[in-house]
């Protein structure tokens, strides 16, 4: 069964930095790419970040661009969203994704950018 859990998330001031982790298990992790998502209150779920098998190549999207970094450790089926110099705006709840057959989703993490 695939499994997903995120953690890391909490609550961050204006220009922290919070590290999110997702460990993943069920499924081959190293011949999937892995995803970031974001839902922000009152918004649509938006992709944040993508994560190829060796992570050798990532998309991050652009409105975090600069900011955010993705990757991935294989041997700890572990994929990282490491967020720096945060703003009100990346309040949301954030989650990760693997597509194995269909998307699965983990329970996200909530983070929280407030002074």
């Known amino acids: 069964q695939v499994q997903l859990v995120e953690s890391g998330g909490g609550l961050a001031q204006p220009g922290g930095s919070l590290r999110l982790s997702c460990a993943a298990s069920g499924f081959d992790f190293s011949s999937n790419t892995m995803y970031w998502y974001r839902q922000a209150p009152g918004k649509e779920r938006e992709l944040v970040a993508m994560v190829l098998t060796q992570g050798g190549f990532t998309h991050i999207a652009d409105s975090v661009k600069g900011r955010f970094t993705a990757s991935r450790d294989n041997a700890k089926n572990t994929v990282y969203l490491e967020m720096r110099s945060l703003h009100y705006e990346n309040t949301a709840v954030y989650y990760c994704?693997?597509?194995?057959?269909?998307?699965?989703w983990g329970q996200g993490t909530q983070v929280t950018v407030s002074s």
């Open positions: 994704n693997v597509k194995v057959d269909r998307p699965h």
